[in-house]
């Protein structure tokens, strides 16, 4: 099923902050738990993670309220980030398909800039995030079935 979420940055604080929102909010973190940039699995062409970042929150999802997910990671400089206040929301669409994936990808980056084109990523989703015209950031990540 389609949904929407709130993707936040954070400059190496992403457990601090999310244990924080879940001591608020209540409930457990979704998709089993924190997921570390130690976990990624090798990739071709890919420099090893440095080991001062393997044990950095690669995800985490916790339901807020009215079942909104609230999504986090940190996004270390040594991987090309630079996390500011601004830059550190994105909008996640997840659509149903692909194809809505393209068309709404194709629809809102147009006039604006792609900052990762739509591939399909070892997490098994179809991702890719864009910059709007209006300097909104947005997120698509489709696990169509």
């Excluded at 940190?74 to 630079?82: I, V």
């Excluded at 989703?125 to 209006?134: N, P, Q, R, T, V």
């Amino acid at each position: 099923m389609a949904r929407t979420s709130t993707y936040l940055n954070f400059p190496r604080s992403t457990e601090e902050a999310f244990n924080f929102y879940k001591s608020i909010f209540g409930g457990e973190f979704t998709r089993g738990g924190i997921a570390r940039f130690g976990d990624i699995p090798a990739m071709d062409g890919a420099p090893p993670i440095a080991d001062a970042d393997k044990n950095l929150v690669m995800h985490v999802e916790l339901a807020i309220t009215g079942g909104h997910m609230l999504m986090g990671t940190d996004a270390p400089e040594s991987m090309g980030f630079a996390v500011n206040f601004g830059n550190n929301v994105h909008i996640n669409l997840e659509p149903d398909t692909k194809a809505e994936t393209r068309k709404l990808f194709a629809a809102l980056s147009a006039g604006g800039k792609v900052t990762m084109e739509l591939q399909d990523m070892f997490w098994g989703a179809y991702f890719g995030s864009c910059i709007d015209k209006y300097g909104v950031q947005w997120m698509f990540n489709c696990e169509e079935k």
